[in-house]
């Protein structure tokens, strides 16, 4: 019995330093140290509530913030005022966001999606490319939408009250 409980303790440890290392490779940060916020905040604040567009891409996007920060890299945040809680829509906008800004400035490597009660996750941007494939799905039905058109959605309903289409969306009213 002792023996067992060790090899499932050992296996529990080990679930956990494996799901950390992956957080720290996919995600960098996650969390409430507002340290790497504050930093970013104290570097030269470039843009906010300011509209970008990517015509490669054709996407358009209303930045929060846009910081200049360590070695000339340029820093997206994207705050929400819920208190708790960032979502995979969050994540989501902020790389719609950053697809656009990356088209004047190149040099955006990560970007933050932040709550008012500082809790943080921190996403690497530096691809676009990759960024467009992250969110294509979510292109699609957005332009569906906003042409006038149907997705094909199979989405939850309270997903749909979140969504910034809802009200062009005849799948929603």
Same mark, same amino acid.
């Given at each position: 019995?002792?023996?067992? *409980? ?7 440890? %080990? ?33 906010? +509530?300011?509209? @970008? ?6 996407? %358009? ?6 910081? #200049? ?8 945040? +994207? ?30 490597? @990560? ?16 691809? *676009? ?20 058109? #149907? &997705?094909? =959605?199979?989405? &939850?309903?309270?997903?749909? *009250?979140? =969504?910034?289409?809802?009200?062009? =969306? +005849?799948?929603?009213?």
């Amino acid at each position: 019995m002792i023996i067992e *409980s060790l090899i499932f303790f050992g296996l529990v440890i %080990t679930a956990i330093i494996l799901a950390k290392k992956y957080i720290r490779q996919n995600l960098a940060v996650y969390g409430k140290d507002l340290n790497l916020l504050q930093q970013i905040q104290c570097g030269q604040l470039l843009a906010t +509530e300011k509209t @970008f567009h990517s015509s490669k891409y054709n996407i %358009t996007a209303k930045v929060d913030y846009l910081y #200049k920060y360590h070695r000339n890299e340029v820093v997206l945040l +994207e705050y929400k005022s819920r208190l708790k809680g960032i979502h995979k829509g969050d994540i989501q906008q902020l790389k719609a966001s950053a697809v656009a800004v990356k088209e004047t400035h190149d040099n955006l490597r @990560f970007g933050l999606v932040y709550n008012q009660s500082g809790e943080f996750l921190k996403v690497d941007l530096k691809s *676009s490319d990759r960024l467009i494939s992250d969110i294509s799905k979510e292109i699609e039905w957005a332009r569906l939408i906003k042409s006038g058109e #149907k &997705p094909n =959605c199979s989405r &939850p309903a309270n997903q749909c *009250s979140r =969504c910034g289409f809802k009200d062009n =969306c +005849e799948l929603y009213n």
